[in-house]
T-cell receptor, first 115, second 111 residues
Framework: DSGVTQTPKHLITATGQRVTLRCSPR?????VYWYQQSLDQGLQFLIQ???????AKGNILERFSAQQFPDLHSELNLSSLELGDSALYFC??????????????FGPGTRLTVL | GENVEQHPSTLSVQEGDSAVIKCTYS??????FPWYKQELGKRPQLIID?????GEKKDQRIAVTLNKTAKHFSLHITETQPEDSAVYFC??????????FGKGTLLTVNP
């Protein structure tokens, strides 16, 4: 157990819908990272938040957005869902995040299925 | 940005044999190279890492080597066991401190 929690574990929804994935980082970690894992694209970095502020952006679609709250938990919002958005979404956390690399600890993931 | 290539995509070995997975990276400023193991349906877990000021690191049956000049690094697993079967990802941390993953290698260890 990494100490990072994600809910829900599984999510099944229809095309065009909107969903919210939730992540709670390890105690003391200030950074949260979101990754998308699909069969053909591997693990793709989406976005990073550090202490409530967006720190880095990766291959995140405009239909997707995220935020980090004062209690440091983070939510990833996916809207206008398409079949291709079906994937495993991982959250990771680290102590720092920006001036140096700190080990990232991954949560158990949320499996999203879009029908 | 950083680009990480990983080979092979699948690898099948007999129990007790060695397995080698190779990765190349593009950002010459990259200085940290972790390897993750991911079992089916589970989260990626760090198994070993190496920093750019070290050429080789070993932890029991696993070792990682780094060639900064050629910009490639490799994972070596000796005396493989069925429980080593998983997907292995290499990654590199570039000058932007972001983690960029390779596409993964599915390792199957046959008893």
């Amino acid at each position: 157990d990494s100490g990072v929690t994600q809910t829900p574990k599984h999510l099944i929804t229809a095309t065009g819908q909107r969903v919210t994935l939730r992540c709670s980082p390890r105690s003391g970690d200030l950074s949260v990272y979101w990754y998308q894992q699909s069969l053909d694209q591997g693990l793709q970095f989406l976005i990073q938040y550090y202490n409530g502020e967006e720190r880095a952006k990766g291959n995140i679609l405009e239909r997707f957005s995220a935020q980090q709250f004062p209690d440091l938990h983070s939510e990833l919002n996916l809207s206008s869902l398409e079949l291709g958005d079906s994937a495993l979404y991982f959250c990771a956390s680290s102590v720092g995040g920006g001036n140096a690399y700190n080990e990232q600890f991954f949560g158990p993931g949320t499996r999203l299925t879009v029908l | 940005g950083e680009n990480v290539e990983q080979h092979p995509s699948t690898l099948s070995v007999q129990e007790g044999d060695s397995a080698v997975i190779k990765c190349t990276y593009s950002d010459s400023a990259s200085n940290y190279f972790p390897w993750y193991k991911q079992e089916l349906g589970k989260r990626p877990q760090l198994i070993i890492d190496i920093r750019s000021n070290v050429g080789e690191k070993k932890d029991q049956r696993i070792a990682v080597t780094l060639n900064k000049t050629a910009k490639h690094f490799s994972l070596h697993i000796t005396e493989t066991q069925p429980e080593d079967s998983a997907v292995y990802f290499c990654a590199a941390v570039g000058s932007n401190y972001k983690l960029t993953f390779g596409k993964g290698t599915l390792l199957t260890v046959n008893p």
